[in-house]
């Protein structure tokens, strides 16, 4: 299922907000518009999510994909 959810970045809409996290929350993809292209955004920790980025892009599994975090902190979670 495609849904299309406008925010305004100045002034973000809570309930919009809360709808973008359910969809990554339950595995989907989330597409946003940042300063010089449009990203893809899903669960790092959820293989089959990572794999729809992939899809999506029509991107080899071989050619990695850039992971964010917000703080130090959570590179532990992402390291060894």
Do not use: S, W
Request: charged share 20%; with cysteine; aromatic share 6%.
């Amino acid at each position: 299922m495609t849904m299309m959810l406008k925010v305004d970045p100045l002034n973000p809409n809570e309930e919009t907000m809360k709808k973008a996290a359910q969809v990554v929350k339950r595995g989907g993809v989330v597409v946003f518009p940042t300063e010089t292209v449009y990203g893809m955004g899903a669960n790092c920790f959820d293989v089959n999510a990572v794999l729809k980025i992939f899809q999506i892009k029509k991107r080899p599994t071989n050619n990695p994909l850039i992971v964010h975090i917000c703080d130090f902190d959570q590179l532990q979670d992402l390291v060894v």
